[in-house]
């Protein structure tokens, strides 16, 4: 199990920019794949964005070109630049990492966006 804690939401309004920031509790290089998800009220959770460890990207169509992810393996830390947001991104995004089939999930952290 991996210990993960995000930050970094708030409030925005369109067209502005957030960063949100998971630190894993052990190295970034023994966890397979990390990714942010979201959940919208009355909606499933989707996925957003994922990263490997070797740094292999992986992005929702609704958010390719707007949102980044990326790591820094000094601080076990995965962040999401997110860019020019939209209303429709508001969401609760949670972190997730994968070892192997073993899935954690950090709390969860609140991204409004308003119009």
């Known amino acids: 199990q991996v210990q993960l804690v995000e930050s970094g939401g708030g409030l925005v309004q369109a067209g502005g920019s957030l960063r949100l920031s998971c630190a894993a509790s052990?190295?970034?290089?023994?966890?397979?794949?990390m990714g942010w998800f979201r959940q919208a009220p009355g909606k499933q959770r989707e996925l957003v964005a994922t990263?490997?460890?070797?740094?292999?990207?992986n992005y929702a169509d609704s958010v390719k070109g707007r949102f980044t992810i990326s790591i820094d393996n000094d601080k076990n830390t995965v962040y999401l630049q997110m860019n020019s947001l939209k209303p429709e991104d508001t969401a609760v995004y949670y972190c997730?990492?994968?070892?192997?089939?073993?899935?954690?999930w950090g709390q969860g952290t609140q991204v409004t966006v308003s119009s």
């Open positions: 052990r190295s970034i290089f023994s966890i397979n794949i």
């Open positions: 990263i490997t460890n070797g740094g292999i990207t």
């Open positions: 997730n990492a994968r070892v192997v089939v073993t899935d954690s």
